[in-house]
């Protein structure tokens, strides 16, 4: 009868220490895992699908050159391009309190030096359609190489939000 007493004693107790030693286990797992830094790549993907939108709309006000007259390309330029332009710098600045991966934050930092360019880029248009010169032209080109380069640089480093 002791026997069967410390024999079902040893088993209780080693039923304890496995259920003790699995909470354990799985107390540092959960903690581990909550502990696992979230960033914002997420909420950034929508910050670049609103910034895609905007610029698609200014490059369409940036290409009315050829089919519009003068006057409603230097309006569209004015109140679509350049305000676009600007929103879309505005935009990626603010994602700058985001916490983003080294790779993504180098990819929005090139991202706003392109908007840059391209606000640079619409005010020589502006100027140029206003004084109806070809006097920018070598200022809207010099623009125009360095848009070129960031936007190599940004299809190479463009994240998959997936």
Known sequence: KKIMQLSRNVIVYGVLVIA???GAVLYFWQKESSTIKKDDTEKFSSTVEHF?????IALDA?????TTTQ??????LKETGLTD?????NVLE???KM????????YRKHLIEYSNHRLQQTLFLIKATEERTKKYRASIDS?????NKVKEIIKKEKPSFN
Request: net charge negative; aromatic share 4%; hydrophobic share 50%.
């Open 20 to 22: 003790v030693v699995i």
């Open 52 to 56: 895609n939108i905007l610029e698609e």
């Open 62 to 66: 940036m290409r009315l050159r050829d």
């Open 71 to 76: 006057e409603t390309f230097l309006l569209n």
């Open 85 to 89: 332009w600007a929103e879309c710098v």
């Open 94 to 96: 603010l994602a700058e």
């Open 99 to 106: 916490d983003l991966p080294p790779h993504i934050e180098t």
């Open 143 to 147: 623009v125009q190489k360095e848009i």
